[in-house]
């Protein structure tokens, strides 16, 4: 029988706890955490346990868990990791449904046998576990501050998920000074069964969380994550920090979590789609949360700067074009509404420049302009320090009309820059949670999160794209090359598959001898490209096995012998299965097609520019599947080279309709033949528009998985 997992509200909503390894020195672990419990005020049940018995902090200490004579929703364990499994053991006698493991020393040193053991018994029982190798958890739902971080956490709704613990602890510390109030902070260390996906399932229908913040190294269930965040997005800002950019990066964070930290750019191209904000810095995800945390969605796209200096309003276009802020440009209507505070030699163009004469009245007047005009649906403010107005009425000044801007509902920044009375100002406006810049890009980064966050909330569910293609002749080529003992399609199989999912190719076939490739080529009509096939040479090109323009029969019977005896030259023991002889494909521009089931992230899908150079552009875009039409489209944009698609220098548009359907056909084997592991059609070239595609190679990898594909 199946029992299902307990809920997992009650580790932000327990009604008791019990601490496993309290000590009564003020010291330790376990006695930070009880006492930061009893500090923030949780009114649930307490339970300090200890086998030396023993008392602290006015509690009794049990010396099992099991003297507990009530229920327990969670156990905090913070003991040893040789004492672990028997403290679950312990938990599991006395139905506990929540185990938070402090306790290091498992999978981050290597010691995945015992963490694996701990979580086999836990599952057996129905218990989760958050964890090993964490800090604790807070929720202000219920005031629980089971960490041995900071006891001073202000309470608010921003909700922090952090695979750091001491990153975690210090951010913490971090939200206090910027004045950010939490909701929650959950350290999730190894992530040996509660990772973001959970959790993020949780918050989402949490009224105390309005912004979640995540700091990730390492990717599990990465299919699963995917499909909650395109949920989670559509309800709630999400916004993610994750270490492992640079390659020494990625080693750093394998080493530091026992996790794998994938490849980047499939991560920042999947977090786009999924509608998440990925933040540069720990600073710039925390401005992000507390400006996203005070101010509204604005109602549409435009947004408008007001400046008393044009330098700064320079920067400041410069910024709205990296942030992908659009700037509203209607010069007619912007000289009506900002004409009499622009002094004659301002400007009312955006940036509307009020000049450094403008005063306190001046810039009330603009910004209550921009402020009544519901065309324009957000303000970004800058101000130079000059001698028309002191640090008293900047404050006043300020302060005024983020109150009437908060009032009808429409997001504003300031960036404001000098010296000393600026600098007061800003220490003043701080404090009370008013979004006043010292940089402009920090306060332009700002606005273009939260457009962001509109885009993503107003984009209308799209249907996942599929293909018909003829899965139970794929699936008897699988057999037939797995019965063969390989993992992968040798170029006529290949060409099977094609056929199998309508997508193109060139004519052709595979030959054993010099006469069968004559006759072949002789069939096809010249000029022909002949091609090594073995199950030994993945990469033809490197080991000599490729060759183009055989015009004629004496090149095919020339070029025969020189395949052959480069493979054997450079992989002296390949097995040569034989020749493939195919169409010279007519020249057009050429794409690569990919599809993966990743290790971090699930099925992927990958386009960009093809041939021979890919590896060296590595001009290519990625995204998750499934995905629906308009994200391939989008994912088709996204590479450099798409005006070449466009047609460039009197050249014709090419058939991107084609590549759409190609796409589609892609998705759907990957999708629908679980045995597939890796598609990679290369090159693939595409015609002028209304001409088609054709695929020019294919390379399949399959994995020996008995189950059946959905037909």
């Given at each position: 029988m199946i029992v299902e997992k307990p809920d997992i509200k009650y580790l932000f909503e327990p009604e008791s706890v019990a601490v496993i390894g309290v000590s009564q020195e003020p010291g330790k672990i376990g006695y930070k955490i009880l006492e930061n419990m009893l500090y923030v005020g949780f009114k649930g049940d307490i339970y300090p346990v200890n086998p030396k018995g023993g008392h602290a902090l006015g509690y009794d200490i049990l010396k099992s868990i099991e003297e507990v004579e009530g229920e327990v929703d969670v156990a905090v364990i913070a003991i040893p990791a040789r004492f672990v499994y028997d403290a679950v053991v312990s938990c599991a006698k006395k139905n506990?449904?929540?185990?938070?493991?402090?306790?290091?020393?498992?999978?981050?040193?290597?010691?995945?046998?015992?963490?694996q053991r701990v979580l086999n018994y836990a599952r057996a029982h129905n218990m989760r576990i958050l964890g090993p190798n964490i800090f604790g958890h807070y929720s202000s739902k219920v005031a629980l501050n089971a960490t041995f971080g900071p006891r001073d956490i202000a309470e608010g709704n921003v909700a922090i998920i952090t695979q750091s613990g001491a990153l975690g602890i210090a951010m913490i510390g971090k939200t206090a000074v910027q004045n950010i109030?939490?909701?929650?902070?959950?350290?999730?260390?190894?992530?040996?069964?509660?990772?973001?996906?959970?959790?993020?399932?949780?918050?989402?229908?949490?009224?105390?969380?309005?912004?979640?913040?995540?700091?990730?190294?390492?990717?599990?269930?990465?299919?699963?994550?995917?499909?909650?965040?395109?949920?989670?997005?559509?309800?709630?800002?999400?916004?993610?920090i994750k270490s492992g950019r640079s390659k020494r990066g990625a080693v750093a964070a394998a080493s530091h979590t026992g996790s794998l930290a994938g490849s980047d750019k499939v991560f920042d191209a999947i977090m786009r789609q999924c509608g998440v904000l990925r933040a540069e810095s720990i600073q710039e995800a925390l401005e992000w949360s507390k400006f996203l945390s005070h101010s509204n969605v604005p109602k549409g796209p435009n947004g408008i700067i007001i400046t008393n200096g044009g330098g700064v309003g320079v920067m400041a276009t410069d910024a709205c074009e990296k942030y992908d802020i659009k700037l509203y440009d209607d010069q007619d209507k912007l000289k009506e509404t900002f004409e009499s505070v622009a002094h004659g030699f301002g400007s009312t163009k955006n940036p509307v420049d009020i000049t450094g004469e403008a005063s306190k009245a001046d810039y009330v007047k603009a910004l209550k302009e921009a402020l009544v005009d519901d065309s324009i649906h957000c303000v970004m403010a800058l101000y130079c320090e000059t001698a028309m107005m002191d640090s008293q009425e900047l404050t006043e000044m300020i302060d005024e009309m983020y109150e009437q801007y908060?009032?009808?509902?429409?997001?504003?920044?300031?960036?404001v820059f000098g010296g000393e009375l600026t600098e007061t100002a800003i220490s003043v406006l701080h404090k009370k949670n008013v979004p006043v810049y010292r940089d402009v890009y920090d306060g332009v980064s700002c606005?273009?999160?939260?457009?962001?966050?509109r885009k993503v909330q107003s984009i209308e569910e799209a249907e996942p794209v599929t293909a018909e293609i003829d899965v139970a002749a794929i699936n008897q080529i699988i057999d037939d090359a797995l019965a063969d003992g390989r993992t992968f399609l040798l170029a006529e199989e290949g060409q099977g598959l094609l056929n199998a999912a309508s997508l193109p190719g060139p004519r052709g076939g595979v030959v054993q001898s010099v006469e069968a490739a004559v006759k072949l080529a002789d069939d096809i009509g010249y000029p022909v490209v002949m091609k090594v096939v073995s199950r030994n040479i993945l990469h033809k090109s490197d080991a000599g096995g490729v060759l183009l323009d055989l015009d004629n029969s004496e090149e095919v019977i020339d070029g025969y012998q020189t395949i052959i005896h480069s493979c054997k030259a450079n992989v002296p023991d390949a097995i040569i299965d034989g020749i493939e002889v195919v169409e010279q494909i007519t020249a057009g521009t050429e794409v690569i097609l990919g599809a993966r089931r990743d290790a971090n992230f699930g099925t992927t899908i990958m386009f960009g520019l093809g041939?021979?150079?890919?590896?060296?552009?590595?001009d290519v875009a990625f995204r998750a599947v499934p995905l629906s039409n308009r994200e391939l489209r989008s994912m088709i944009k996204e590479i450099r080279s798409y005006p070449l698609l466009l047609g460039v220098r009197g050249e014709a548009r090419k058939d991107i309709e084609s590549i759409i359907t190609a796409l589609e056909k892609v998705v759907s084997l990957i999708s629908k033949v679980p045995r597939i592991t890796d598609i990679e059609i290369n090159p693939m070239v595409v015609y002028e528009q209304g001409s088609g595609a054709r695929a020019v190679d294919i390379r399949v990898l399959l994995s020996d998985d008995k189950k059946d594909s959905p037909q």
């Open positions: 506990v449904k929540m185990l938070a493991i402090i306790s290091s020393g498992f999978s981050e040193i290597g010691n995945l046998e015992e963490e109030g939490l909701s929650s902070i959950i350290s999730v260390g190894n992530k040996t069964d509660i990772n973001e996906a959970d959790l993020l399932e949780y918050l989402i229908t949490q009224d105390e969380t309005k912004i979640i913040l995540m700091y990730i190294e390492g990717i599990q269930e990465g299919e699963r994550l995917v499909k909650v965040l395109k949920h989670a997005t559509k309800i709630k800002p999400v916004i993610v908060q009032t009808k509902g429409k997001p504003i920044t300031f960036s606005m273009g999160a939260i457009q962001s966050i041939g021979i150079y890919v590896e060296v552009m590595k």
